[in-house]
């Protein structure tokens, strides 16, 4: 088994009940199984993500409820040398392929590590193209 980098994208479309792409629930899955390792921001990507579609109308109180419940069950690896340094790798990522620090840490993490990286962000997996990053 190989571990997989796995961004906020692919966990809110995995759950979201107004998204629920299904390629993105295989890629969580997969993910899960294989060993999800996340840079340190990515508790907060998801949990915002879900704040912001309830504050959106796109479901009730008692459904994000549910949802953070949810996403705390979730077993992941959490990285935190990104977060470390991120004036490093993240920073000149993030500078090189026009994308957030938030998305550059997805990208530096799954290069730094050589794993492949599970994004649903169009953005993302061009910069991680560019860098021979494998994109799930």
Not at 50 to 69: C, I, K, N, W, Y
Not at 70 to 80: E, Y
Not at 109 to 130: N, S, V
């Amino acid at each position: 088994m190989t571990a997989v980098v796995l961004d906020a994208s692919c966990m809110l479309a995995a759950f979201l009940p107004d998204e629920m792409v299904g390629g993105a629930a295989d890629l969580v899955v997969r993910a899960l199984t294989e060993g999800a390792v996340v840079p340190a921001i990515w508790r907060l990507e998801v949990v915002n993500g879900a704040l912001q579609a309830h504050r959106r109308g796109r479901f009730d109180s008692e459904v994000l409820a549910a949802l953070l419940m949810d996403f705390a069950k979730v077993a992941v690896s959490v990285d935190q040398d990104g977060a470390a340094s991120p004036w490093g790798g993240v920073a000149d990522l993030a500078r090189r392929h026009h994308l957030s620090a938030y998305d550059a840490s997805y990208l530096e993490l799954a290069r730094r590590r050589g794993l492949p990286l599970a994004t649903l962000d169009a953005k993302l997996r061009r910069a991680a193209g560019h860098e021979s990053v494998e994109v799930l």
